[in-house]
């Protein structure tokens, strides 16, 4: 079946410690992204990247990097600076950054300690 | 910059009946795009329905329409016979034509069908 895949579901970390969240798609879609989800806040645009080896920042790009080497892969690295990083994460893509529908991931928590 | 605002914190309908979602934005854009996502208790998001904003006519898709006024910047939806698997989080958002998949999320309603 064709879709997102996000792993890991769940996540601890003590805090200082950088982590990778991985996004894998099937869907052959060229742009990808990451939204941050907080309790009564909705999503937030961390990144996104409309072809490979191109990502453009969002509105709280702060403390996070990622990269695009491949079509299917759009990794999203937690640093140490991000002040607060305890969320639910989620990866989407589209088949270009103009098509408007959104599919998404079943997300990862992230929670540290 | 665009906004979503979503008023309706929590809403709880009996099953069978309908409801109302309200959904208003802000954007400078003449041209954008309208959406709504659900997100059912296994947080993936999935789009209910999706309105261009220079469509005069109201999208529909089976039980799911909305209500767009777009002089008032106003895009509510209205859910028909309501079933149990309605029950979820529904997230209106926006985005203007140019980048149709960087969407502004409002911060979400959350909807509860009873017996």
């Known amino acids: 079946d064709g879709g997102i895949t996000q792993s890991p579901k769940y996540l601890f970390r003590k805090e200082g410690q950088n982590v990778t969240l991985s996004c894998e798609q099937n869907l052959n879609h060229d742009a990808m992204y990451w939204y941050r989800q907080d309790p009564g806040q909705g999503l937030r645009l961390i990144y996104y990247s409309q072809i490979v080896n191109d990502f453009q920042k969002g509105d709280i790009a702060e403390g996070y990097s990622v990269s695009r080497e491949k079509k299917e892969s759009f990794p999203l690295t937690v640093t140490s600076a991000q002040k607060n990083p305890t969320a639910f994460y989620l990866c989407?893509?589209?088949?270009?950054?103009?098509?408007?529908?959104?599919?998404f991931g079943e997300g990862s928590r992230l929670t540290v300690l | 910059a665009q906004t979503v605002t979503q008023s309706q914190p929590e809403m709880s309908v009996q099953e069978a009946e309908t409801v109302t979602l309200s959904c208003t934005y802000d954007?400078?854009?003449?041209?954008?795009?309208l959406f709504w996502y659900k997100q059912p208790p296994s947080r993936q998001m999935i789009l209910v329905i999706r309105q261009e904003a220079y469509k005069q006519q109201n999208a529909t898709e089976n039980r799911f329409s909305v209500n767009f006024q777009k002089a008032a910047k106003s895009f509510s939806l209205k859910i028909s016979d309501s079933q149990l698997g309605d029950t979820a989080m529904y997230f209106c958002?926006?985005?203007?034509?140019?980048?149709?998949?960087?969407?502004?999320f409002g911060t979400g309603t959350r909807l509860q069908v009873t017996l």
């Open positions: 954007t400078s854009e003449n041209n954008y795009y």
């Open positions: 989407a893509s589209s088949e270009t950054v103009y098509t408007g529908e959104l599919f």
């Open positions: 958002a926006v985005a203007d034509t140019g980048t149709a998949s960087k969407l502004t």
